[in-house]
């Protein structure tokens, strides 16, 4: 649904509610997604940011339609080349051949690799402007807010002097921050932070930059310093995908130092598979363990949980108990995949603890806790093993390893 966000600033994007999965099934997405691109109408420049993944193309140039005359569009800003952001790039083109493009330096490589078209590509770089007549585009790079290519537009006032800070109006302008991927969440219930009502988007939001963008934290603390050095007033943050912030702008913020600084909370994640309910019932009396020093837990059957959903529970946890069978010689598919996960995101500072049964060799503890060390983490305590089925004496040395783990945990 078109929806104009500030005067003559649209959101022209298409929902995609039914899409279960993103980046091919990298990730989960329980309520679909939506692709928002925004066209900014103005009297000497009309200007589009962004398009939209190109199946829907139809829906888009439709909303586009709405709006305006796609021939009329003088400008096309391509904050991220991913076919989720840039896949009808060629289409709108086609319609505004004169349109000139504007995209990061490394823009220049992602949009050329991804529509082999040897259209001229401008350039633009952090404080750069543009005038559209009553409004100023300020471009600001987002190096790595995922990809090297990705960048931002601030839509200001004509006159806008930069007297603000996210969260704070400061002129008569938008002021809105076109986030890219940025404070995104994969959220469709809402258009706007403000109207949702189902409780999902804080952890929408979260999951978003759990799986999306947890790899380059460094780089998410560093681009906020510079987003708060332009000191540009933001009333809404209107990212690529789900809900504009328009009440939450400072807690989006705020959320996202937190995030980047990989902020733990005193709680552990028991994760396991198991295959005939021996390295599950372990996981059972560890459970008790950490209850029983008044731990705060959760716990994943990791065959049968969502997978992008325990990513996001594990983040916030400072302690993670993994367990595995033992499974030809090595783990389980869906432990040894968690494993890979946790180091292909870079989670920072955390607690392992290894468990599982075996039968005939005990290969799991040792893999799941040289994997842990491989990822950076610390391994406080030795795993525990039992074999073929736990006896009284093997879960009552789980419980204790539980509550032995928990006191690490809350140290
Ligand atoms: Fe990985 Fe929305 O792009």
Redesign the pocket.
Known sequence: MIREIAKNVFAVGVADPDRRH??GHEMTTAQG?T?NSYLIRDTKETVLVDTVWAPLREEFLANLRQVVDPAKITTIVIN?A?P??GGLLAAVKHLAPNARILCSKRGTDSISGWHHADWPLQVVETGQTLDTGSMKLTFIMALMC??PDSMMVHVGGAQCSNPGAPGRAGTNGPDVLLS??AF?QHYTSAAFDDEARDGRLWFEAEKYFVN?ITPYCRNVAQRLDELQKLALPIKMIAP??GAIWRRGVAEVVAAYRRWSAQETQQRAVVCYDTMYDSTRRMADAICDGLADEGLPLARHHLAVSDRSDVLTDLFGARGFLIGSPVWHMSLLPTVATLLEDLKALAFKSRLVGAFGSYGWQKANVQLIEARAKAAGFDVPLPGVVCQWKPRAADLEACRAFGRQFAQRVKQ
Do not use: A, L
Request: glycine residues 6%.
């Open positions: 993103f980046h997604t692709y991220h991913e989720d952001h995922h990809w890219n991927d995104g999306i690529s995908h």
